[in-house]
DNA sequence: GCATAGCACTCTCGTACAGAGAGTGCTAAC
DNA sequence: GTTAGCACTCTCTGTACGAGAGTGCTATGC
């Protein structure tokens, strides 16, 4: 594929800006006229049909204004992304409301999920962090009634699981905090391949637990555990492209089945590192209900302890000036609080 | 308002149950064809201007058929109140979920609002069940790093809360578990209350502590705490009166935020009693944004242990011969779940 | 007195069509 | 290389019109 000039360049960039704030076509006399540029609309109409020509831009119909092709998107963000960062006064503001709210992951997360979905007026996506490999630190035996026992388990890293389990027969409180006990002594930093190995060689109630323990240690593994938290869904139905079509029901549909999330962030972010962005621009990846979609994706945590996804889903028409600067500084915020809870383990 | 005729009575039920269907404005033909009335068109015609004039029917405009005004549809409500029933097979496919799912509260309620939101077709919404006045049960204290403590506070009812806090200074996980029994001993089945009268007495450590317990009870206490599940929000996206205009969005908006969420429930369900149900038409209630939606309510728990809301909110249409008694049916098995847990304290 | 057939009336919806407007590509001139 | 001019294409808007559906009313039949 051919260079562009610097002209094209500047063009370009106009345009997929003005389209971006305007949603409609865009056309020679309105970047001429919009833009003062000192050049005439019929210069400005060939340079145009040579980005068409080369596959930036695309006409919806022979008389209408250009738009931005998917490649276009993707020259587009490929020059935000250098420069691209928050205002010094909005990372304040965010950082100011993580430091107000109750330090508790969930309440991060759901923080974050809204500050990403206000900032990028998009759809907002994350995982709370989890480990790879879940290790062990803490069980708590709660006794509710008769032979029902709340189980509460806290993995290094600061995930916590809790489970109903019900026994054969009743166990008394003191029972069980010996229990715990004796199994905190005996666990403490294990990974779950390291537990199950331990296998039988106690008690029946032990027993019991010790499997609910990997039981659930293996679910926090699996990549496609934890919740996702999401806000924004709303913003997606007020864009222009969508109203009137059942696009957004569809693009919507995926955040209410979140077996189907999970394999979408997952997917998405297989080859990615901590502190890289992935933008995906008109569905790139395979997913058709997204093909008038883009996402902007990052990976956030401590690699090799616990990570996490967050990213933002909007219209290919975007802010990405927005959207990119805010995923990436939230990430960064986040892995912050991952390493903050990690360390001094 | 004058009484109806037996007639009149069928016409309007006929009337209606097509009208959900099909979501088209009925005519005299089509009714009389389409159900086999031994009657002619012309006379359905007076009968149905008899409603009208009753205020049952209205006409989108002169020359369309005729649709059910929001007193037709409290009509039709109230007769399908009574005998409604959910089918024992359906009943039993759900039960037999239930049954399968991990035994927690959190999976309960996903279960719930997945079920409800499948056989409505419609928004399910559910809060988690809690005491009007919370009461302990158990603490436990867990170190993660230095000056970091992980508090899980559980109580009577099986509520549980995760809260972080950051001491002044370091403590041994010994130390920790020390304060943790003595405060079970100290506070078991006390509600919250009696805990903030105990007040000063003891170290600094139990007094952060303390604080906190009593603050997360507090907010565990207040009507609006809790988390809400919902499940089929894109159902309503699909119905044809939702579709091309905004209203859908200004609707779901209410999804989003959790407070008013909360605070729709709150004041829909205020003076309503465990098993009964109420049926809010055209957002009944003040709620502008609902003025096209119809919302079936219910509370369920154990009155004065535990309590919590359930419903659904579909367009005016929605088909309540279907969702009546499924928000009855998991009310009860929700009621029910509630018991077994509190059963025994 | 209730039910019905007939009929004129009203309103929506789809199609067709014309004119305005916007934007283009091309050519010729600067 | 840039620009003015121009014919062309396509969308959009508004209007007209007929088909279709449904109504209300009136006169007639049982």
Same mark, same amino acid.
């Given at each position: 594929?051919?260079?562009?000039?610097?002209?094209?360049? $500047?063009?370009?960039?106009?345009?997929? /800006?003005?389209?971006?704030?305007?949603?409609?076509?865009?056309?020679?006399?309105?970047?001429?006229?919009?833009?003062?540029?000192d050049?005439?609309?019929?210069?400005?109409?060939?340079?145009?049909?040579?980005l068409?020509? %080369?596959?930036?831009?695309?006409?919806?119909?022979?008389?209408?204004? /250009?738009?931005?092709?998917?490649?276009?998107?993707?020259?587009?963000?490929?020059q935000?992304?250098?420069?691209?960062?928050?205002? /010094?006064?909005?990372?304040?503001?965010?950082?100011?409301? #993580?430091?107000?709210?109750?330090?508790?992951?969930?309440?991060? %997360?759901? *923080?974050?999920?809204?500050?990403?979905a206000?900032q990028?007026?998009?759809?907002? !996506?994350? $995982?709370?962090?989890?480990?790879?490999?879940? =290790?062990?630190?803490?069980?708590?035996?709660?006794?509710?009634?008769? +032979?029902?026992?709340? !189980?509460? @388990?806290?993995?290094?890293?600061?995930?916590?699981? &809790? &489970?109903?389990?019900? @026994?054969?027969?009743?166990v008394? &409180?003191?029972?069980?905090?010996?229990?715990?006990?004796?199994?905190?002594?005996?666990?403490?930093?294990?990974?779950?391949?390291?537990?199950?190995?331990?296998?039988?060689?106690?008690?029946?109630?032990?027993?019991d637990? *010790?499997?609910?323990?990997?039981?659930?240690?293996?679910?926090?593994?699996?990549?496609?555990?934890?919740?996702?938290?999401?806000?924004? @869904? $709303?913003?997606?139905?007020?864009?222009?492209?969508?109203?009137?079509?059942?696009?957004?029901?569809?693009?919507?549909?995926?955040?209410?089945?979140?077996?189907?999330?999970?394999? *979408?962030?997952?997917?998405?972010?297989?080859?990615?590192?901590?502190?890289?962005?992935?933008?995906?621009?008109?569905?790139?990846?395979?997913?058709?209900?997204? +093909?008038?979609?883009?996402?902007?994706?990052?990976?956030?945590?401590?690699?090799? !302890?616990?990570?996490?996804?967050?990213?933002?889903l909007?219209? %290919?028409? %975007?802010?990405?000036? =927005? $959207?990119?600067?805010?995923? +990436? #500084?939230v990430?960064?915020?986040l892995?912050?609080?991952?390493?903050?809870?990690?360390?001094?383990?």
């Amino acid at each position: 594929m051919q260079e562009l000039t610097d002209r094209q360049k $500047t063009l370009l960039l106009l345009l997929i /800006r003005d389209y971006i704030e305007t949603a409609q076509p865009v056309g020679s006399k309105r970047l001429v006229e919009h833009y003062h540029l000192d050049l005439s609309p019929a210069t400005i109409r060939n340079e145009m049909a040579a980005l068409t020509e %080369m596959g930036y831009l695309r006409q919806p119909h022979t008389s209408a204004g /250009r738009v931005p092709s998917e490649d276009g998107y993707r020259y587009f963000v490929s020059q935000m992304m250098q420069d691209a960062e928050l205002p /010094r006064a909005v990372q304040h503001t965010i950082a100011h409301q #993580f430091h107000q709210s109750r330090a508790d992951m969930d309440q991060w %997360m759901t *923080l974050a999920a809204s500050i990403l979905a206000h900032q990028s007026q998009g759809v907002s !996506m994350i $995982t709370a962090p989890h480990a790879e490999q879940a =290790r062990y630190k803490h069980v708590e035996l709660i006794s509710t009634q008769g +032979r029902q026992v709340l !189980m509460v @388990l806290v993995m290094v890293g600061g995930e916590v699981s &809790q &489970q109903i389990l019900t @026994l054969a027969e009743p166990v008394t &409180q003191e029972r069980l905090s010996q229990t715990a006990t004796r199994l905190n002594g005996l666990l403490a930093g294990l990974a779950v391949d390291a537990i199950s190995a331990l296998a039988t060689r106690s008690d029946a109630l032990d027993q019991d637990i *010790l499997i609910l323990i990997t039981q659930e240690m293996r679910r926090a593994s699996e990549s496609n555990s934890g919740e996702i938290y999401t806000d924004g @869904l $709303t913003n997606v139905l007020s864009e222009p492209e969508f109203s009137g079509s059942d696009d957004a029901r569809r693009a919507l549909k995926i955040f209410e089945e979140p077996a189907t999330l999970q394999d *979408l962030l997952a997917r998405s972010t297989t080859n990615s590192n901590i502190g890289g962005l992935q933008v995906l621009i008109g569905g790139e990846g395979g997913w058709e209900e997204l +093909r008038q979609c883009s996402m902007v994706i990052a990976r956030y945590g401590v690699p090799g !302890m616990a990570t996490g996804t967050l990213g933002v889903l909007g219209p %290919m028409r %975007m802010s990405y000036a =927005r $959207t990119i600067p805010t995923v +990436r #500084f939230v990430a960064g915020l986040l892995s912050d609080l991952v390493n903050d809870t990690i360390v001094g383990e």
